[in-house]
């Protein structure tokens, strides 16, 4: 373990390698010429040949711009990135958090108690650690579920504080109690939070406030609301500023009803939280929801439904960490990415999970890949020359067939598509289940083969490319294999493109600057914005602009 709490090795950037000028070469002369299509009907090897297994999924990647000179010289760059020394980088524990001089260890977070000391670092410090503080909340879990009292769990975050815990309870629906009802609030918009409190009894709903450092703007605004929406409950029309001065019953019903998930247990305190549960500084938003910041998923399924989520993930961190290249799941997506990225220049992705179950997937994988990856320069600050993670947009199928399929297998722009399928059918209405995977197999090849007669405005031109990815069902070993798939695949992308896949200082950006907007609109202050911004907050004040009241009032006012 040679990484530990110390930089990464150095990587060489994908367009800096010897083999890039190959692949560009052989781009112009080949693969953008390839013919998927005529490839298929030449080889009938082609599917088993293209085929890749790993834990509780397999895909198919015989659908995909690929020859074998590509695949070859793509497998020739992630050596030349040294992706194998990047992976066990990672496992070690290494600071891959350049810019915040921190590792990005949630594989740890999913390592058994069992391993052996090669899974958990020289001393096992912080794996022991992580242990205790994983006990902690699954027994909270257990004791919330069994409380009768509770029927609604309300989890504030935003983020990874929410997408990731909001995708897994819906894909586990099927094993969720049905007296705890999950609610996920994110948006700052009243909207978000105002319309479930209004349907929510307070002496009965628990809420979690999910926020790494217990200062992210719009979950602490929601959990002040909904803070004062407990305590109006019990007579306080005026929130104190000071939660300590309240009268004792009062603090002890926010303590009964609040819990803090969070590195910053200091902060929660003073918001009145007494029920915290931490975890390490080396858990990235994106990557938490393994850790406390699971709660609501524990609550959902229970803990062994959780730690059975984390044992798929596990299965498929040590696919990651001991397939060769050549069946390396996460590898072979990740350079497909680049693939079609820097050299066919495809700007989006479109994610169709076949399973009502993963629709929230597009929404997560989107914070996943583009905020890890969407970056304009390298770890040393240098800009890029190549592109980096494409747009990842999609709809659950069959929805998606009735809305945006029409451009992928008409439009001018070529949107490679990942179909999601399960081997087996859900809990609801398994009959179904036949059609549902014949929509999506029929999808894949209609993309694949196009159409050619009748009249013109009838064709489709195929040769679209996509990828089919099987699992096995939808249960918590399943859903935790696929998550931790896509996590490995962002990173490494990012390696590949010698990037930081594990900050995101864009969104800080955008933090600040509505930081000192409220403040100007509070104080009045405008001097020293630009004119636009000026401008528009003059037309918020204006009443010249103001539109007359609609007639019609809101059914479920909440103050």
């Known amino acids: 373990m040679p990484y530990r709490n110390t930089p990464p090795p150095a990587h060489p950037r994908c367009d800096q390698t ?7 070469e052989h781009f112009i ?13 030449q080889d009938s090897g082609r599917f088993a040949r293209m085929a890749v297994q790993a834990p509780h999924i397999g895909v198919d990647f015989s659908r995909n711009l690929l020859d074998e000179t590509t695949e070859t010289l793509l497998l020739q760059l992630a050596q030349e990135c040294q992706i194998p020394e990047a992976i066990e980088a990672m496992f070690a524990g290494a600071q891959l958090n350049t810019t915040e001089q921190r590792a990005a260890w949630h594989v740890l977070l999913r390592t058994p108690p069992s391993a052996s000391a090669a899974d958990t670092g020289p001393d096992g410090d912080a794996w022991q650690a992580m242990h205790r503080q994983q006990q902690a909340f699954l027994d909270f879990a257990e004791q919330v579920r069994q409380d009768e ?9 935003i983020g990874g504080s929410d997408l990731g815990p909001a995708v897994v309870v819906a894909a586990l629906e099927a094993f969720t109690r049905s007296d705890k009802r999950l609610h996920f609030v994110s948006n700052m918009d009243g909207a978000d939070l105002g319309s479930r409190l209004a349907r929510l009894n307070p002496d009965r709903t628990l809420f979690l406030v999910a926020s790494k450092s217990f200062g992210t703007a719009e979950t602490i605004a929601n959990a002040r609301s ?19 001065s309240l009268p004792a019953a009062l603090q002890q019903r926010v303590q009964q009803h609040f819990v803090g998930l969070t590195c910053n247990p200091d902060a929660a305190s003073r918001f009145g939280i007494q029920t915290l549960f931490p975890f390490e500084d080396w858990v990235g938003g994106r990557f938490s929801l393994w850790s406390s910041i699971g709660l609501s998923i524990a609550i959902a399924i229970g803990a062994d439904g959780f730690r059975q989520l984390l044992a798929g993930a596990h299965a498929m961190d040590q696919h990651f960490r001991h397939a060769p290249l050549a069946q390396n799941l996460p590898v072979r997506l990740a ?21 009502h179950a993963l629709r929230r997937l597009p929404a997560y994988l989107q914070q996943l890949e583009m905020e890890s990856n969407g970056k304009g320069c390298d770890l040393h600050g240098t800009p890029l020359t190549a592109a980096t993670a494409p747009i990842v947009w999609g709809e659950a199928g069959t929805n998606g067939q009735h ?52 009249p013109p405005h009838t064709h489709c031109p195929g040769n679209r490319p996509s990828t089919l990815m099987m699992l096995d069902r939808l249960d ?35 933090k600040t600057l509505a930081k000192d907007i409220l403040h100007r609109m509070e104080s009045g202050t405008l001097h020293g914005l630009d004119a636009t911004t000026q401008g528009l907050l003059g037309w918020l004040n204006s009443a010249e602009t103001a539109h007359p009241t609609p007639t019609m009032s809101p059914t479920h006012p909440v103050a």
């Open 18 to 24: 010897p083999v890039w000028a190959q692949l560009q």
């Open 29 to 41: 002369q080949h693969g953008k010429h390839c013919n998927v299509r005529q490839a298929i009907a």
């Open 149 to 157: 009292r509770i029927t609604d769990i309300v989890n504030i975050g």
């Open 226 to 244: 909904a803070r004062a929406w407990l305590l109006k409950a019990h007579g306080v029309e005026q929130e104190p500023d000071d939660i300590a």
């Open 335 to 355: 350079l497909l990415d680049v693939w079609y990225r820097n050299f066919h220049g495809f700007a989006s992705r479109c994610i169709a999970p076949y399973s």
């Open 403 to 454: 809305a945006y399929f029409q451009l992928i297998h008409q439009g001018s722009e070529t949107v490679p598509v990942e179909f999601i399928v399960l081997r087996e059918a859900g809990h609801w209405l398994p009959h179904q289940h036949r059609a549902l995977l014949a929509n999506a197999l029929a999808q894949a090849r209609a993309l694949t083969e196009g159409k050619h007669d009748g």
């Open 476 to 510: 918590p070993h399943c859903v935790g294999a696929l998550i931790a798939l896509y996590e490995h695949r962002t990173y490494v992308a990012g390696v590949l493109w010698g990037i930081n896949s594990f900050d995101q200082w864009g969104v800080e950006l955008g």
